[in-house]
């Protein structure tokens, strides 16, 4: 079986050219993206399973949960509209509001997986709970007390693997 993993061809500097391991060559990314839903491959790492964060660090490709794989990624794309539907703001508001001491995002996250009964590892639960998290924060309810794991030299990317809020404190009820 021939692997149809694309890579961006090294040096293309106009355009966004990319070759395939079977030979082929892809003149842009939108030609490159359906090369690789054709032979089963997942369109945002284009079967290379990693994704690119910063120049010279990559982590396994979030889309397809690090396979590489189209089939992978559909499934994975329908269990994160399932999260995003089953795991909304009020449920995140609510095991927010039950604690009082600062909170990491792997408890939270524990928390409504258990709370809602679901599965290990069905759902992408952390990640839905961390922009809810995230939009808590934005609205002023909760701050983030952690500082990032990882600073990217010469990027602005910021890494953090499980932050840690607390609830902002109302005072006069
Ligand atoms: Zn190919
Ligand atoms: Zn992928």
């Known amino acids: 079986m021939t692997k149809h993993t694309i890579t961006p061809q090294p ?3 106009l355009g966004d050219a990319h070759t395939c391991d079977c030979g082929v060559h892809l003149a842009d990314r939108m030609t490159a993206e359906v090369h690789a839903a054709e032979h089963q491959q997942c369109t ?3 079967g290379s399973a990693e994704e690119l964060v910063a120049p010279g660090l990559s982590r396994g490709c979030t889309a397809c949960a690090g396979t590489g ?6 499934t994975w794309q329908l269990a994160h509209t399932e999260a995003e539907r089953l795991i909304t703001m009020s449920v995140v508001r609510g095991v927010v509001g039950d604690l009082d001491g600062p909170f990491h ?4 996250a524990d ?8 599965q290990a590892g069905r759902l992408p639960v952390g990640p839905r709970v961390r922009d809810l998290l995230l939009e808590l924060q934005g609205a002023g309810e909760i701050t ?3 500082a990032p794991d990882e600073l990217i030299d010469g ?4 890494l ?12 006069g009820l």
């Open 105 to 108: 995002l792997s408890h939270i």
């Open 111 to 118: 928390l409504v997986r258990a709370g809602l009964g679901l």
């Open 69 to 74: 794989g189209r089939r992978e990624q559909i």
């Open 155 to 158: 990027t602005d990317v910021v």
């Open 44 to 46: 945002v790492c284009l």
């Open 144 to 146: 983030m007390l952690s």
């Open 160 to 171: 953090y693997r499980d932050p840690q809020w607390q609830r902002v404190r109302t005072l």
């Open 11 to 13: 040096g293309a500097i």
